[in-house]
C-alpha cells in the first residue's frame, strides 16, 4: 500500500484538492496526512484526533481506521485497539493489516498465543504489505524465534515508496525487542530519510544510547528541536547526561 508516496515529511505539503480560496480541502485525505505527520512527531493522541476526523469525513477509508488502531496501539490501549480493530474488520473482512494490528495488540497485551494466530491468519491472506511482515516481526521476536529478523528485512524489501516509516517501524520493533544492532542501522536510514522526524530521531538517539554511543545526546537534542517540552526524551536525555556525568567523574 504506497500510503507515504504523497506525502512529504516535515515540512506540509500544499497539494490535492483546494477550496476556492486556495486553502487544502480537509477531507479525509487531508486528516489522515495531519495525522502521519503528528505520528512523526511522536504525538500520538493528536495522530489519533486526526485519523479519527479522517472517519468521520469517510467512515469507509481504510487507512483511517488502521491509523486509529495504530495509535490506541501507541498509547497502550489495547481493549481499545482490539475493539476498533473488529469495527474495521466489519468493513474489511479479514484485512490482513487489520489482523496484524491484532497480532501487535495482543503481543504487547501479553497474550501470545492469539498473537500468534492472528499474525499466521494475516501473512496466509493475499496482498500481504510490509506492515504485515513487521508485525508478524515483532510476534516472532517476543517467542525469540530466529526467522524474526527474516520478516524485517521482507518488510523493507518490499517497501518500495514507503521505505522511510519502513525503516523507522522496524527500527521501533527491534528496539522494544532488545536488538539493538539490527535497529541501529534501519534508524540510522530513517533519520536520513526523515530528518524532521522528532520520533526517528528519538528512537536513533535511545538506541545509541543502550548500545554506549557517545552521539545517542545529540540525536535526543534533535529530536528535543523538532518536538519541544516531548517529556518521554527530555527524561532520556538528562539520564544520558546524568550517565555521562558520573564517566567522567569516575574516568569511565
Known amino acids: 500500500m504506497d500510503r507515504f508516496s504523497q506525502l512529504e515529511f516535515g515540512e506540509a505539503r500544499r497539494s490535492g484538492a483546494k477550496a476556492p480560496g486556495g486553502e487544502p480541502i480537509r477531507d479525509e485525505q487531508y486528516f489522515y496526512k495531519q495525522g502521519l505527520r503528528y505520528w512523526l512527531a511522536g504525538d500520538f493522541e493528536p495522530a489519533l484526533r486526526n485519523y479519527s476526523r479522517a472517519l468521520e469525513k469517510n467512515s469507509t477509508f481504510l487507512e483511517g481506521w488502521i491509523g486509529q488502531v495504530l495509535m490506541l496501539i501507541e498509547l497502550g490501549e489495547y481493549r481499545e485497539a482490539m475493539v476498533w480493530s473488529d469495527k474495521a474488520l466489519e468493513l474489511f473482512p479479514e484485512h490482513p493489516e487489520l ?24 501473512i496466509a491472506k493475499d496482498n500481504v504489505t510490509s506492515r504485515v511482515w513487521l508485525a508478524r516481526a515483532e510476534v516472532l521476536l517476543g517467542r525469540k524465534s ?12 518490499i517497501a518500495g515508496n514507503d521505505g522511510p516509516v519502513i525503516h523507522l517501524e522496524a527500527g521501533r520493533v527491534l528496539n ?4 539493538y544492532y539490527g535497529a541501529l542501522e534501519n534508524l540510522r536510514e530513517a533519520v536520513k530519510l526523515l530528518p524532521k522526524s522528532a520520533l526517528a530521531w528519538y528512537e536513533l538517539g535511545y538506541c545509541q544510547g543502550k548500545l554506549g554511543f557517545s552521539e545517542a545526546a545529540a540525536a535526543v537534542e534533535q529530536s528535543l528541536k523538532l518536538h519541544p517540552r516531548w517529556d518521554i526524551a527530555e527524561m532520556t536525555l538528562r539520564r544520558f547526561k546524568k550517565r555521562g556525568f558520573f564517566r567522567k567523574l569516575f574516568g569511565k
Open 99 to 122: 489482523l496484524a494490528a491484532k497480532a501487535v495488540t495482543c503481543a504487547r497485551d501479553g497474550r501470545k498465543e492469539k498473537a500468534l494466530a492472528y499474525s499466521d491468519n494475516s
Open 176 to 179: 522494544k525487542a532488545g536488538n
Open 146 to 157: 530466529p526467522i524474526a529478523e527474516n520478516c524485517v528485512s521482507k518488510a523493507i524489501s
